[in-house]
């Protein structure tokens, strides 16, 4: 257990619909980083966040958005939904602003557009 | 563009017998390596890491090699064992000191019992 939690595990929805992931780091740990992976394209970086404030940007579109609260949780917002966006979403969580080190991933959020 | 990619898409050893799994990577300003271990359905665990100032790592049962020269990382995994069973990504950090790990597609290892 890496002590990221995701919710929900499985969610299945439309296209055009609008879902939100969230995540709670590991206790302690004020950077949040949020990954897709897909099939085709692997593992890929969408954005980080440390202490509530955006540090680093990926592949994200502009569909999507994400924001870290006060307590350090994390919402992955996406929406106008396309069958392409299906894939699994994972969160991870350091200790740190910069990256040198331990990514904790929880075990994914996995997304299903029909 | 930046780029980390595996030589092979599925590596199938024999229980007891040691692994290698290989990874090439395009950044030259990647300082930071690291090797993640995926089991099915769940999220990629860390398994070891190594600087650039560093040629080699090892840990339990597990070595990284890197060779700057060709751009190159391989993971060592001694006597291999069913639990060892998973899909294996390199990464690295380019030329961020954030978060932005790139990461390679992924090797299979299966092992036989």
């Known amino acids: 257990d890496s002590g990221v939690t995701q919710t929900p595990k499985h969610l299945i929805t439309a296209t055009g619909q609008r879902v939100t992931l969230r995540c709670s780091p590991r206790?302690?740990?004020?950077?949040v980083y949020w990954y897709q992976q897909s099939l085709d394209q692997g593992l890929q970086f969408l954005i980080q966040y440390y202490n509530g404030e955006e540090r680093a940007k990926g592949n994200i579109l502009e569909r999507f958005s994400a924001q870290q609260f006060p307590d350090l949780h994390s919402e992955l917002n996406l929406s106008s939904l396309e069958l392409g966006d299906s894939a699994l979403y994972f969160c991870?969580?350091?200790?740190?602003?910069?990256?040198?080190?331990?990514?904790?991933f929880g075990e994914g959020s996995r997304l299903t557009v029909l | 563009g930046e780029s980390v990619g595996l030589h092979l898409p599925t590596l199938s050893v024999q229980e007891g017998d040691n692994s290698i799994i290989n990874c090439a990577y395009s950044n030259s300003a990647s300082d930071y390596f690291i090797w993640y271990k995926q089991e099915s359905g769940k999220g990629p665990q860390f398994i070891i890491d190594?600087?650039?100032?560093?040629d080699k790592r090892q840990g339990q049962r597990v070595t990284v090699l890197l060779n700057k020269t060709v751009k190159h990382l391989s993971l060592q995994i001694a006597a291999t064992q069913p639990g060892d069973s998973a899909v294996y990504f390199c990464?690295?950090?380019?030329?961020?000191?954030?978060?932005?790990?790139?990461f390679g597609q992924g090797t299979t290892l299966q092992v036989k019992p």
């Open positions: 206790s302690g740990d004020l950077s």
């Open positions: 190594i600087r650039s100032n560093m």
């Open positions: 990464a690295e950090n380019g030329s961020s000191n954030t978060g932005k790990l790139i």
């Open positions: 991870a969580s350091s200790d740190r602003l910069s990256w040198t080190g331990e990514l904790f």
